[in-house]
């Protein structure tokens, strides 16, 4: 049981240039989601989904596409990176009640997070 | 609107000292109250978490936290830190609305524990 795996780990990129990060879990969980992690403001929800073929965006969703064609797999994409996505990215899941959002009792699983970095 | 408040962006502490990280949040409608931490190059693991019943909740590695309703704080406490405690604690919130959840971090408190 691997958890939430996510990959690169590291990636450099520059401006304009397309990229996908990628998410995988294996606890077969209906919620998962995709958050960026700058310093002194916590993280803030970029995209999310409650199950396969259901997306929708969060608190910061300019510039970041999502799909979710699989329960396991919740990619991000980058379709024209521009500096001011430098961050950190956690993709995080969890159990869903099925109407939008996590679940309240369900603690949110996260993976190692995506170091990027946009010249 | 709904929003969590970390007081303090990092609290030096000596080891074996306790320790209080604060949160502060701001709801009118029902809340479920969370504590993560994230050691260094991790992602977030669940801490603690206050869903309903006893005010006062347990969690791993000798935390806890107090859920005050009329304070709308959700402080964290360990009596006796330990240098491995040293990494980055956010309070989050859920906040039920209709029947949709949101989630709802705070910036982060870090936490550096000094031999």
């Known amino acids: ?119 | 609107a709904q929003s969590v408040t970390q007081l303090d962006s990092q609290v030096p502490v000596f080891e074996e000292a306790p320790v209080e990280l604060r949160c502060n949040y701001s709801s009118s409608v029902s809340v479920y109250l969370f504590w993560y931490v994230q050691y260094p190059n991790q992602g977030l693991q669940l801490l603690l978490k206050y869903l309903s019943g006893s005010t006062l909740v347990k969690g791993i590695n000798g935390f806890e936290a107090e859920f005050n309703k009329s304070q709308t704080s959700f402080h964290l406490r360990k009596p006796s830190v330990h240098i491995s405690d040293t990494a980055e604690y956010f309070c989050a919130v859920i906040i039920r609305m209709d029947s949709s959840y949101k989630l709802i971090f705070g910036s982060g408190t870090r936490l550096l524990v000094r031999p």
């Open chain 1, 1 to 119: 049981n691997a958890g939430v795996t996510q990959t690169p780990k590291f990636q450099v990129l520059k401006t304009g240039q397309s990229m996908t990060l990628q998410c995988a879990q294996d606890m077969n969980h209906e919620y998962m989601s995709w958050y960026r992690q700058d310093p002194g403001m916590g993280l803030r929800l970029i995209h999310y989904s409650v199950g396969a073929g259901i997306t929708d965006q969060g608190e910061v969703p300019n510039g970041y596409n999502v799909s979710r064609s699989t329960t396991e797999d919740f990619p991000l994409r980058l379709l024209s990176a521009a500096p001011s996505q430098t961050s950190v990215y956690f993709c995080a899941s969890s159990y869903s009640k099925g109407s939008g959002g996590t679940s309240y009792n369900s603690p949110l699983h996260f993976g190692n997070g995506t170091r990027l970095t946009v010249t």
